[in-house]
């Protein structure tokens, strides 16, 4: 099975931060891999798709890089409404695993 | 607008059945896979397993953790996918999510959207 690992597992920012998560696989997925965003008692949402194609509906402050075994989801200024949890994963192979999750809270 | 609805959680005992159900509407159902992925209570996600559609011979895919205990099937003629869960553990406990692909996006499986999930509390 592919291990997902993200960094870090939390993070405390301000409104109108960039903020940066990084998801490793722990073998090389390609472009294989998607972004997802939870709120609190909410089902996840699709942010990001093939490492950087942005889901239609959202916004471009979101963006994700990367290719192989490494990529980053960047959030370019931060809004209230991004405060939540993020979770990469690889859809290069089943089983598909998602990481562990990085909270993202109000400094 | 796609809509995916689950129903049938709820409390079973160790060793116990439970089957959840998946109302799909909004989108071409029978042409499209269906995933479910459950989530432990202040835990991440973890995938449960998938279907493909008829025309891919309804194939499934199983994690580890479920495969031999948990059955995936689908009604095309009802636009609904079921979860079939048996021999159930207390480390099954979760809210359970039904999710599809994007027809749009359709070249892997990203999901979305997502149903607002069934809690499964597996507990004597």
């Known amino acids: 099975d592919i291990q997902m690992t993200q960094s870090p597992s939390s993070v405390s920012a301000s409104v109108g931060d960039r903020v940066t998560i990084t998801c490793r696989a722990s073998q090389g997925i390609s472009r294989w891999l998607a972004w997802y965003q939870q709120k609190p008692g909410k089902a996840p949402k699709l942010l990001i798709y093939a490492a950087s194609s942005l889901q239609s509906g959202v916004p471009s402050r979101f963006s994700g890089s990367g290719s192989g075994t490494e990529f980053t989801l960047t959030i370019s200024s931060l809004q209230p409404e991004d405060f939540a949890t993020y979770y990469c994963?690889?859809?290069?192979?089943?089983?598909?695993?998602f990481g562990g999750g990085t909270k993202v809270e109000i400094k | 607008e796609v809509q995916l609805v689950e129903s049938g959680g709820g409390l079973v005992q160790p060793g116990g059945s439970l089957q959840l159900s998946c109302a799909a509407s909004?989108?071409?159902?029978?042409?499209?896979?269906m995933h479910w992925v459950r989530q432990a209570s202040g835990k991440g996600l973890e995938w449960v397993g998938r279907?493909?559609?008829?025309?891919?011979?309804?194939?499934?895919e199983y994690a580890a953790s479920v495969k031999g205990r948990f059955t995936i099937s689908r009604d095309d003629s009802k636009n609904t996918a079921y979860l079939q869960m048996n021999s159930l553990k207390s480390e099954d406990t979760a809210v359970y999510y039904c999710?599809?692909?994007?027809?749009?996006?359709?070249?892997?499986?990203?999901?979305?959207?997502w149903g607002q999930g069934t809690l499964v509390t597996v507990s004597s």
């Open positions: 994963q690889q859809v290069n192979s089943f089983p598909l695993t």
């Open positions: 279907i493909r559609s008829k025309a891919n011979n309804y194939a499934t």
């Open positions: 999710t599809t692909v994007p027809s749009a996006i359709a070249a892997a499986n990203w999901l979305d959207p």
């Open positions: 909004g989108f071409t159902f029978s042409g499209s896979p």
